[in-house]
């Protein structure tokens, strides 16, 4: 087993970080003051993006790009060191168009698509011309059980006429989203995995309305900001259909697996800076006669974060390598495993930064609070932890041997 990356990860990891060192960490500053007074993307982002794909840094996060697709081709493994450099700067991956929620939304298009929808829909996102939102979650229904999900979806004629509320829509706020792949019931007598399609539901389609904007723990995703949606009559296409009629579940798996290991990769990334800002705060910053890193807690918080981060690491790259080998279905379990373990680290070791910190690490000069805040929507975000435990556990193989005649235990006296 090797350990190390190919020469080839290497050298797109080198060209990368070299990149993020010499154009994007620069306007970290200056996106934040952006930000803070205006919604929209900072201008500066679309010279960003031009540079970035002149260097052959454009879709990285695609691994099955077409020939005539503009991309780098890489495998998910040679894509996971980048992700974590990326992960560093909540709004970074857009750069290189590697964002979600759009790269698991081409993902779906790769796979689902007919060349038609693929020209119209897929084509514009990867010249990162427009972006996109998927809708599955509804305020109306327990939705980490995706087969309670009750938008409905009636064919007429050439079109289906949609009805539904959707919320906690990423990136659907976001003023240039241009469609939504949504999720809805096409027969409601269908076998339970059976009775959902997805469907492309353009945003300028007549009944399609955004109610609001929404934040989490009281940050704003500025790169994909949160949308609640409601669908009235909405006439769509029968074209725009994704997929055939009761597929719906195989293409929100599609997606889901590439969105979880994404988000997952990028975490990691995120705890490699959190470690960073403990070491150097904890170094600058004397408390009662010494500097506070030679306190054992804080050593053993920064040591215990190490531990944790390579082991996640591990994880994470094990389940890239699967999902280049064995596709979605072969990943399936190391996506739960990775999906449980990352969000649940993130959140321990930006709890600790944010105590290294004091005060300053609950404010907004910091990422820190942002960092906890998105550890926490990970464990409920693409399925609550306890769905995917659930997974995990029932995947568990039960030995064959009994407590009474096992072989690694002691024999009872008779
Ligand atoms: C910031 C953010 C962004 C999001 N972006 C999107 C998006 O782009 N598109 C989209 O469609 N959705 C999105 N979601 C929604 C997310 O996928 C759902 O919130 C998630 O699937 C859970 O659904 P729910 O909120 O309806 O919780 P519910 O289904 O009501 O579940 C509540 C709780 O019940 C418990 N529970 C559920 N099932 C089990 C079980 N089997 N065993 C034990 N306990 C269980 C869990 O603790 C769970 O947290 C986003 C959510 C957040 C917070």
């Not at 939304?105 to 972006?131: D, F, G, H, S, V």
Request: some cysteine.
């Amino acid at each position: 087993m090797e350990f190390d990356l190919s020469e080839r990860s290497e050298a797109w990891r080198t060209k990368l970080q070299s990149f993020f060192d010499r154009e994007v960490l620069p306007r970290h500053r200056a996106w934040l003051e952006h930000v803070a007074v205006s919604r929209e993307t900072p201008p500066f982002m679309a010279e960003l993006q031009q540079k970035a794909r002149q260097a052959g840094l454009w879709n990285l996060g695609l691994p099955e790009l077409a020939a005539d697709e503009p991309g780098t081709r890489l495998s998910n493994l040679e894509y996971a060191p980048l992700a974590e450099i990326m992960g560093r700067l909540f709004w970074a991956s857009e750069v290189f168009n590697c964002q979600a929620p759009d790269v698991p939304n081409m993902i779906a298009l790769q796979n689902c698509a007919t060349p038609e929808q693929k020209a119209r829909w897929l084509r514009p996102l990867l010249e990162a011309k427009t972006r996109s939102a998927f809708g599955m979650t509804e305020p109306d229904v327990a939705s980490s059980d995706a087969t309670n999900i009750a938008t409905r979806m009636v064919r007429d004629g050439d079109d289906y006429i949609v009805n539904g509320r959707k919320w906690f829509i990423t990136g659907a706020a976001h003023p240039r989203c241009s469609f939504l792949i949504v999720m809805g019931v096409t027969d409601a007598e269908a076998d339970r995995t059976r009775r959902h399609s997805c469907i492309i539901v353009p945003m300028e389609a007549p009944g399609v309305r955004l109610v609001r904007s929404l934040r989490w723990m009281g940050c704003e995703d500025h790169t994909a900001p949160i949308g609640e949606l409601t669908f009235e009559n909405v006439r769509v296409p029968a074209a725009n259909l994704l997929g055939a009629e009761g597929e719906g579940f195989k293409v929100a798996q599609i997606r889901l697996g590439p969105a979880r290991i994404h988000h997952c990769m990028r975490s990691i990334g995120l705890c490699e800076l959190l470690i960073e800002l403990m070491m150097v705060r904890s170094t600058e910053r004397s408390a009662f006669g010494r500097a506070i890193i030679q306190y054992d807690t804080v050593q053993r918080w920064i040591a215990e974060s190490r531990v944790e981060l390579e082991q996640a690491r591990l994880l994470a790259w094990r389940c890239a390598w699967r999902l280049d080998q064995a596709g979605h279905h072969g990943a399936w379990r190391d996506v739960s495993l990775i999906k449980v373990a990352v969000p649940a680290m993130l959140q321990r070791i930006a709890d600790r930064a944010m105590q290294v910190f004091g005060a300053m690490g609950g404010s907004e000069d910091t990422p820190i609070h942002q960092a906890l805040a998105w550890g926490r929507l990970l464990r409920i975000g693409d399925g609550p932890d306890e769905v995917h435990l659930r997974q995990i556990f029932k995947m568990e193989a039960m030995p064959s041997w009994s407590i009474a005649d096992s072989p690694y235990l002691a024999a009872r006296p008779a």
